[in-house]
């Protein structure tokens, strides 16, 4: 099989990827470990920035979007069990956010793609990059009980943290750095109307709290819990006493509970790969870069490193301008750091870490305060 650019991964970063190359008329070829339900079957977050969302309506793919994500002009912080609005839209020259699931962002990407016959090879095993270095690299892969092998211009590693993608770029060849966070969030989504139309999150001296939403009727929240908390010693009972604790007393007054759909543990980490490309290999979202959830910056970091890519190869293909690709990876550390940067500020801030001194607590809650009451803090 002979392709332009073989895609590792069909999670969004890859089928954004896949779909923005195909309107451009550069032919791809997307492989997936996990069966299409199973992709889809995974909760993430579902904050996307003006970025995202307009790159989304670039894809042609932004219908349901546009009908059913949830437009956010601000998001509330509670310090102190006192509630202050930031408004982004006033802050940030009329940007907002949409709150539509990262999963519904995949099931349009991924029923596009199926509809318009584009190729992807699910439940693939034993995937392998080849001869990156090289002008003729290739993929191999097995699937029922035979190997495979597609041969391609570039390849896009858009397989996650643990992936083969970064794996297969020799260790002298790249620096990674990492931060692993003292906690993590227990989320829980429920079929409960959302405490708020916006996104609300809490300082607590109990720990960190986050309420948000997917819908009018469906709500996902989170708490912080210890790194090494298991998800079984929490019943929906004691989740949502101890949510109540955190929140202000009339919010806690007014949150409907119920019973919940899905509930998990997710780790805060800060990670980052130096470079993000090897040759003709190059690594997009979180085969690259993690963030701690706290700045809502996972998938929208993704998204950026997809329009680098995108734009690149576009010229490569049309303007012949080869000369791109050696600064895919410059281009895009630029805004990781940001990210990266921007989540470790505020899980910092918002966080109640064990071995936080009482000093730093009390600066942690002056820093918030002054960007929240302050016009140059905002911006």
Request: glycine fraction near 8%; proline fraction near 3%; aromatic fraction near 8%.
């Amino acid at each position: 099989m002979r392709t332009k650019v073989a895609i590792i991964g069909a999670g969004p970063s890859g089928l954004l990827l896949g779909q923005l190359l195909s309107k451009q008329g550069i032919d791809n070829v997307i492989l997936e470990r996990a069966s299409g339900e199973y992709v889809l079957g995974r909760i993430r977050a579902g904050v996307l920035e003006q970025g995202l969302a307009d790159l989304m309506r670039e894809t042609g793919v932004s219908h349901r979007m546009d009908c059913e994500g949830e437009v956010h002009d601000g998001v509330e912080f509670i310090i102190n069990n006192k509630c202050t609005r930031l408004d982004l839209k006033e802050n940030t020259s009329g940007n907002t956010v949409i709150v539509y699931g990262q999963t519904e962002v995949t099931r349009d990407l991924m029923v596009t793609r199926a509809e318009s016959g584009q190729t992807t090879h699910y439940e693939v095993s034993n995937v392998q990059p080849h001869d990156m270095l090289s002008k003729q690299p290739y993929v191999t892969y097995e699937k029922d009980g035979k190997e495979y092998k597609i041969e391609c211009d570039y390849i896009a590693g858009c397989d996650g943290f643990h992936g083969v993608s970064r794996k297969n770029i020799p260790a002298e060849c790249i620096t990674e750095y990492e931060r692993v966070y003292p906690g993590g969030w227990l989320g829980v989504l429920s079929d409960t109307p959302p405490i708020s139309p916006e996104l609300i999150y809490v300082a607590h001296e109990r720990g960190f709290a986050l309420c948000s939403m997917r819908s009018a009727t469906r709500s996902r929240y989170y708490i912080q819990v210890p790194k090494d908390e298991k998800v079984e010693e929490w019943s929906d009972e004691r989740f949502w006493a101890e949510l109540k604790c955190r929140l202000a007393e009339e919010l806690a007054n007014t949150l409907v509970t119920g019973r919940s759909i899905e509930k998990s543990i997710a780790p805060l980490r800060s990670f980052v790969t130096e470079p993000m490309q090897y040759g003709n290999l190059f690594l997009l979202g979180d085969a690259a870069h993690i963030v701690p959830p706290t700045g809502a910056k996972g998938l929208n970091a993704a998204a950026s490193d997809v329009n680098n890519l995108y734009r690149i190869l576009t010229k490569v293909y049309n303007d012949g301008r080869v000369d791109l690709l050696d600064k895919y990876s410059e281009i895009c550390l630029r805004r990781v750091w940001d990210a990266e940067r921007f989540s470790w500020w505020m899980s910092n801030l918002l966080h109640t870490f064990e071995g936080t001194s009482e000093f730093e607590r009390k600066i942690h809650t002056s820093e918030l305060e002054y960007y929240l009451r302050s016009v140059v803090g905002k911006k």
